[in-house]
């Protein structure tokens, strides 16, 4: 029962997080100094993520077939290809490489 309850608050609490931004984003005014470091707050967060998930499988290096993927998949996404074909070939960069035993 006490499993149930928690999920429900939780789930209540997600939904009232997301639904407060578009609530309150015409309520609040932001400086544009303050804008431009939050856009660049976002690329560094998903920077920091990408290399800490494309290079380190809990405390440990992944070894080179990872991150060559994690390059690729860059590399195709900075060219604006599209989603599948980004996601397609970083998972058959990996997937080759660990197939020549490249850990």
Same mark, same amino acid.
């Given at each position: 029962?006490?499993?149930?309850?928690?999920s429900?608050?939780?789930?209540?609490?997600?939904?009232?997080?997301?639904?407060?931004?578009?609530?309150?984003?015409?309520?609040?005014?932001?400086?544009?100094r303050?804008? @431009?470091?939050? &856009?660049? $707050? %976002?690329?560094? =967060? !998903? *920077?920091?993520?990408? +290399?800490t998930?494309?290079l380190m499988d809990?405390h440990h290096?992944?070894?080179p077939? @990872?991150?060559? &993927?994690v $390059? %690729?998949?860059? =590399? !195709? *996404?900075?060219?604006? +290809?599209p989603?599948?074909?980004?996601?397609?070939?970083?998972a058959a960069?990996?997937?080759?490489l660990?197939?020549? $035993? %490249?850990p």
């Amino acid at each position: 029962m006490r499993l149930a309850m928690a999920s429900v608050v939780l789930g209540a609490g997600t939904y009232g997080f997301r639904l407060a931004g578009p609530l309150l984003k015409a309520r609040v005014r932001l400086s544009p100094r303050l804008e @431009r470091l939050m &856009g660049t $707050a %976002v690329v560094v =967060l !998903l *920077a920091a993520l990408v +290399a800490t998930s494309g290079l380190m499988d809990g405390h440990h290096f992944t070894g080179p077939a @990872r991150p060559a &993927g994690v $390059a %690729v998949g860059a =590399l !195709l *996404a900075w060219r604006r +290809a599209p989603f599948a074909l980004v996601v397609v070939a970083a998972a058959a960069t990996t997937a080759g490489l660990r197939l020549l $035993a %490249v850990p």
